[in-house]
């Protein structure tokens, strides 16, 4: 899978603004973006939905804007709202998805049964969606988007909002498919998902990319941006945590003060000492990972 400056413009805001990125054959590619960042956009565009302005994608070699027709036949699709239909049954929902891709009615009770069972929701398949959980229509969602035994998986936050179990089958699903072979897209704003499961991973912010990496490798360009917030239960003078080792940068927030780092574990150890020597309570203390606007602005600077 191929998009090749992928644009789209909704008024003055520039929801795609000409992105580039190849996928391989089999590879678990991320898209990793805060909220509005044009994760959801970009999917429409792939999957047919809405038309770029400008650009296209490659799905299988099948141009979005020209063979829109195969290049959905070869994909699946877990979009960001619900496309399951509450009033009738998990099965039925397999059923009518299965019709919809020409599936033959053998081979899709056969699949039908076979996702369910993996997704856990064999014993719930009789009953209708709206009585389902968020995750149970989640993973009813996911066996939706395998009915037609897609070769390019194509997910908007399919974990978002679930529960850990259910999140986790989703992840293990995930997983397998991607050692069947299975190219698979994912978009997420969960740094810890994104490298858990993903071979690359593509940053995207105000509908550019500013990296495509392995997971590892984002990592440590982020390294020092990870932070320590502290309170204390009087005021201190900012430049006295001048002595502490492992500072890259100190500020005050409020009644807070934030302490940038390269190693929170050792710094938290040196700070206790520090109030102990001067009698200071500790009155709040958080270790604060990098926001996804924190790396993007580190990833970005000086280009
Ligand atoms: N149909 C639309 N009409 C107008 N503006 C839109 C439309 N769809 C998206 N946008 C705008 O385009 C930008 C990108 O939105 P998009 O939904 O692609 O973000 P996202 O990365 O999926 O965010 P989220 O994590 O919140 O789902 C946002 O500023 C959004 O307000
Ligand atoms: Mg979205």
Same mark, same amino acid.
């Given at each position: 899978m191929e998009a090749t400056d992928l644009t789209k413009r909704y008024g003055s805001i520039m929801a795609v603004d000409h992105i580039s990125f190849r996928v391989e054959h089999g590879e678990f590619f991320g898209f990793l973006g805060p909220n509005g960042a044009g994760k959801t956009t970009t999917i429409r565009m792939l999957t047919g939905v809405i038309k770029p302005d400008f650009g296209t994608a490659h799905i299988m070699g099948y141009? *979005?804007?020209?063979?829109s027709l195969r290049a959905k036949q070869v994909l699946g699709i877990l979009p960001e709202m619900a496309n399951a239909y509450v009033d009738l049954t998990a099965w039925q929902n397999l059923m009518f998805q299965s019709e919809l891709y020409g599936v033959s009615k053998k081979a899709r009770e056969k699949r039908a049964v076979e996702l369910l069972r993996k997704l856990g929701l064999y014993d719930r398949k009789?009953?209708?969606?709206? !009585?389902?959980s968020k995750g149970m229509k989640q993973r009813l969602l996911l066996c939706m988007a395998l009915v037609n035994d897609p070769r390019i998986l194509v997910l908007d936050e399919?974990?978002? !909002?679930?529960?850990v179990q259910s999140a986790r089958l989703i992840r293990e699903m995930l997983q397998h498919l991607a050692r069947t072979g299975v190219t698979i897209f994912l978009t997420t704003h969960n740094m810890e998902e994104a490298s858990q499961l993903c071979d690359r991973v593509a940053i995207i912010n105000n509908g550019r990319i500013a990296a495509v990496d392995r997971p590892e490798k984002l990592r440590a360009a982020t390294k020092e941006l990870e932070s320590i917030e502290i309170a204390f239960d009087r005021p201190i003078e *900012? !430049?006295?945590?001048? !002595?502490?080792?492992?500072? *890259?940068d100190a500020k005050k927030m409020g009644d807070k003060i934030r302490l940038y780092t390269t190693d929170p574990d050792d710094l938290i150890h040196q700070i206790v000492g520090y109030a102990k020597a001067r009698e200071l309570k500790i009155v709040a203390l958080n270790v604060l990972a990098p926001s996804l606007e924190d790396i993007f602005i580190k990833l970005t600077e000086g280009k």
């Open positions: 141009d *979005i804007r020209k063979e009789d009953q209708a969606v709206k !009585g389902f399919p974990t978002t !909002g679930l529960d *900012i !430049g006295s945590l001048s !002595g502490l080792s492992n500072v *890259i």
